[in-house]
C-alpha cells in the first residue's frame, strides 16, 4: 500500500503564486509515477502533470508553462509551483500515485483563486 498526503492549499489572489507537495510513504518502490490531477465544483477531474522515476515530466498541454512538476531527491515527494494564478484555477488538486501493481490518490488539497 500507498499513502499520500498532498499540502500547501489555500486561498490566494489571482495573478498569485502556490506551490503545492505531496508526500508518498509505504510501497514506494512499485510505482513509477508520480502526478497532479485537479477537479473543479461540478467538473471532470483533469490531468495536470506527472513525473517518472527517470525524472522525466510531462504536462498537460493546458497547463504547461504555468504550471511546474518537480521532485525532491528522495523521490517520494514531489511539488506543482503553481504561477499567474487565475479564477478559473480554484479547484482539489490531487496527488495520484501510479504502481505497477496499483493506483493510488491521496485526500487532495484544496486551491481557492479570489480576491
Known amino acids: 500500500q500507498v499513502q499520500l498526503v498532498e499540502s500547501g492549499g489555500g486561498l490566494v489572489q489571482p495573478g498569485g503564486s502556490l506551490r503545492l507537495s505531496c508526500s508518498a510513504s509505504?510501497?514506494?518502490?512499485?510505482?513509477?509515477?508520480l502526478g497532479w490531477y485537479r477537479q473543479a465544483l461540478g467538473k471532470q477531474r483533469e490531468w495536470i502533470a506527472q513525473?517518472?522515476?527517470?525524472?522525466?515530466?510531462e504536462y498537460s498541454d493546458s497547463y504547461k508553462g504555468r504550471f511546474t512538476i518537480s521532485r525532491d531527491k528522495s523521490r517520494t515527494t514531489i511539488h506543482l509551483q503553481m504561477n499567474n494564478l487565475k479564477s478559473e484555477d480554484t479547484a482539489i488538486y490531487y496527488c495520484?500515485?501510479?504502481?505497477?501493481?496499483?493506483?493510488?490518490w491521496g485526500q487532495g488539497t484544496q486551491i481557492a483563486v479570489s480576491s
Open positions: 495520484p500515485a501510479q504502481g505497477f501493481e496499483s493506483n493510488y
Open positions: 513525473i517518472r522515476n527517470s525524472g522525466h515530466a
Open positions: 509505504g510501497n514506494c518502490l512499485r510505482l513509477y509515477a
